[in-house]
């Protein structure tokens, strides 16, 4: 796939879209909206709807280009979205995401976060990541060994 693919899971693909957001990818994800607001969003911003409901799937506006996720495992959910977008794990793109609300990270300089995060952390680190949005801070600390741990199955 040539353009960066970007999503948009339903309400029984929380964790999914939390790991396509720590894989890199645009995803967006909201526990309370309904199938005919996930329909009319996914398809007005161009987002790759992803689905365990089946009954949602058959909906014709839906029929290609989207992803009925069979995965029973998280492992294999992640793998067949990748698969179905035809990608791979980037370790460049992991962890460029927030989390929390899926914008795209922001580097802060050190100094300016001093007071924002625990002493041993400032000590520690010396990159440090913040989002545009929430204003949620990041930093690779010892989750991004065990992220790319848990990921480099995926690789293959």
């Not at 894989?23 to 689905?51: K, P």
């Not at 962890?95 to 990270?105: I, K, P, Q, S, V």
Request: one cysteine or more.
């Amino acid at each position: 796939m040539s353009v960066d693919p970007r999503f948009l899971a339903d309400v029984m693909l929380g964790s999914l879209a939390r790991w396509l957001r720590i894989l890199g990818y645009d995803t967006e994800y909201d526990n309370r909206i309904h199938d005919d607001q996930l329909v009319e969003r996914g398809l007005a911003e161009g987002r790759i709807v992803l689905t365990r409901d089946t009954r949602l799937m058959e909906r014709s506006a839906l029929r290609d280009g989207h992803l009925l996720v069979r995965g029973q495992t998280l492992e294999e959910q992640i793998l067949e979205v990748l698969r179905f977008v035809e990608a791979r794990v980037d370790e460049a793109r992991l962890l460029t995401r927030c989390l929390e609300c899926n914008r795209l990270l922001t580097p802060v300089d050190r100094e300016s976060v001093g007071c924002e995060v625990p002493p041993y952390v400032y000590r520690t680190q010396d990159r440090f990541k913040r989002c545009p949005g929430c204003r949620r801070l990041y930093w690779p600390g010892t989750h991004r060994d065990r992220i790319l741990e848990s990921l480099m199955n995926l690789r293959a």
